[in-house]
DNA sequence: TAAACGTATTGATGAACATCTATATGATTA
DNA sequence: TAATCATATAGATGTTCATCAATACGTTTA
């Protein structure tokens, strides 16, 4: 998978935010809905929303939604690309691994 | 190496504007001093040292003096510890391999 | 020593953005 | 159907920050 410059500037955007990053990390973890992550941090819920929307938009998170609820989880090959091209940019050799099966 | 939480993030905000992206990844490529790195890009040359200086804060530069001119270059070992780090918090797999010799 | 050069700093400006409260919208439940 | 819950949107606010022009500071050169 080849990101386009403006989508890996949109991430590492979206990477730049700590509260947003912590977030993501979380969703690492495994996929959730807003009010999971809302419960886990000091922010408003609307932030939340707002920051995953973000990460959303950024192309690294997947919306699911079901019911009433919205599920969100990590594009892990959206991530593994990322690293991918950072590393190229940035002169830092290293061989891809596939990440482990779910 | 082993980046704190403080220099990872700052880290990660350096990166986060495409300009200074740019420049850093002209440095990749050669040590560089302000002007060369000014000829390359169309903004002020304050803009250019401002970023410098951003770059060298995140820890991502060394900064040498050499008569009037300053030369800065890249710290190898803080780019691959930073994606290290990264793909560690992004649950990205990945082996790192040492960066080819000047 | 005066002019020219390389770089950094200062101060200002406008834009981007993280955050909040209030509210709207849509789905579930009593 | 009314109340409750999950999420999103709107609008406001304060802060961060990328950028510039002007200038200061140190070094080199004529």
Redesign the pocket.
């Known amino acids: 998978m080849k990101l386009a410059t403006e989508e890996f500037d949109r991430i590492s955007?979206a990477l730049?935010?700590?509260?947003?990053r912590e977030i993501l990390q979380k969703l690492v973890a495994r996929r959730m809905?807003?009010?999971?992550v809302?419960a886990m941090f000091?922010?408003?819920?609307?932030?939340?929303?707002?920051?995953?929307?973000?990460l959303a938009i950024a192309g690294i998170l997947d919306?699911e939604?079901?019911?009433?609820?919205?599920?969100y989880q990590v594009k892990a090959e959206v991530l593994s690309a990322y690293v991918a091209e950072l590393q190229k940019r940035l002169g830092v050799g290293a061989i891809a691994v596939a990440p482990r099966m779910k």
Chains 1, 2 share one sequence.
């Open positions: 955007k730049a935010d700590p509260q947003r809905n807003c009010s999971d809302h000091n922010v408003s819920q609307p932030t939340v929303s707002h920051h995953l929307k973000e919306k939604k079901q019911g009433q609820f919205c599920f």
